[in-house]
């Protein structure tokens, strides 16, 4: 079945720096990858929409400039966390269409100190 | 934007009784309802999912019905065991390339011995 490779699992950061989430698919083709945000014991919410070769859809209220998102091909969508703060911690997940349904990534879990 | 709500927020059943989970949706467009099942910090799997050219749909023991005019549908899961203790979602999208999810508020279901 489809899968998508999400990494790094887990990252800690410090204040103020940037973190780059990878995800890829691996046996097929995603023109359009979807990143959540996942806070505890809450749902899983859509920051932005990735278009492979064009620039990304952001949903109302996320940061465009901060949340830095490069879909440079069929296979990769990149999410970059700019200047991160400790409320930017959440748990990162991509997704995208593959055949009938989605396939997700195993998640980030983003620990900004 | 689609919307979609979902209920109970909580739930907890004795094993071998059901479980019902409920959820409605805002946008009469939307033709495509998958049920994820989500362990804590992992990624959401699916466990049914549902279209609108059908009213309902069963997997073992699992089961979702949906009900277009009143723009809802619910998980049905018959002879809980512990295993299924964890948060559901519902989810909704319209079939297509570049649809988006939009996830309910998840359901934590406990079944107790």
């Known amino acids: 079945g489809a899968v998508v490779s999400q990494h790094p699992s887990r990252v800690i950061c410090k204040s103020g720096t940037s973190v780059k989430i990878e995800c890829r698919s691996l046996?097929?083709?995603?023109?359009?990858m979807f990143w959540y945000r996942q806070f505890p014991k809450q749902s899983l919410m859509l920051m932005a929409t990735?278009?492979?070769?064009?620039?990304?859809?952001?949903e109302q209220g996320v940061e465009k400039d901060k949340f830095l998102i490069n879909h440079a091909s069929l296979t990769l969508s990149t999410l970059t966390v700019t200047s991160a703060h400790p409320e930017d911690s959440s748990f990162y997940i991509c997704?995208?269409?593959?055949?009938?349904?989605?396939?997700f990534g195993s998640g980030t879990r983003l620990t900004v100190v | 934007g689609e919307n979609v709500e979902q209920h109970p927020s909580t739930l907890s059943v004795q094993e071998g009784d059901s479980a019902v989970i409920k959820c409605t949706y805002s946008?009469?467009?939307?033709?495509?309802f998958p049920w994820y099942k989500q362990e804590l910090g992992k990624r959401p799997q699916l466990i049914i999912d549902?279209?609108?050219?059908?009213g309902e749909k069963k997997d073992q023991r699992i089961a979702v019905t949906l009900n277009k005019t009143a723009k809802h549908f619910s998980l049905h899961i018959t002879e809980t065991q512990p295993e299924d203790s964890a948060v559901y979602f519902c989810?909704?999208?319209?079939?297509?390339?570049?649809?988006?999810?939009?996830f309910g508020t998840g359901t934590r279901l406990q079944v107790t011995l």
């Open positions: 946008d009469s467009a939307s033709n495509y």
């Open positions: 997704s995208a269409r593959s055949g009938s349904g989605y396939t």
């Open positions: 990735s278009n492979e070769g064009s620039k990304a859809t952001y």
């Open positions: 046996d097929f083709q995603a023109t359009t």
């Open positions: 989810a909704a999208s319209i079939i297509g390339t570049a649809s988006k999810l939009t």
């Open positions: 549902i279209r609108s050219n059908v």
